[in-house]
Nanobody, 116 residues
């Protein structure tokens, strides 16, 4: 299974970015997909997840600003990030958990930098 992340970049505080994660097989083979992030010197943390029937979960710090969604036909999960803050600066990683085994998969990460 391969996860390919796209869309990171540099944006000013208050701006928006969308990151995408394309997977190499059907999204329905995963129990959940999501985004995590890791800032320098910090542990990786959950940002948002989306389940197979669309249930979503967000970290408190991004609620109301970030939206996770998916396009099943394109095998892609998106994270729309609005009202970005400098503290959102991190490497964002796409994650997928197998629906049938205990396997977990990670994308290569994409850098998001928010300038003040």
């Amino acid at each position: 299974v391969q996860l390919q992340a796209f869309g990171g970049g540099l944006v000013q505080a208050g701006g928006s970015l969308r990151v995408s994660c394309e997977v190499s097989r059907s999204i329905f083979s995963f129990s959940a997909m999501g985004w995590y992030r890791q800032a320098p010197g910090k542990e990786r943390e959950l940002v948002a997840t989306i389940g197979p029937v669309g249930a979503t979960k967000y970290a408190e710090s991004v609620k109301g600003r970030f939206t996770i969604s998916r396009d099943n036909a394109k095998r892609t999960v998106y994270l729309q990030m609005n009202s970005l803050r400098p503290e959102d600066t991190a490497v964002y990683y796409c994650n997928a958990r197998s629906r049938y085994t205990s396997d977990e998969y990670w994308g290569q990460g994409t850098q998001v930098t928010v300038s003040s």
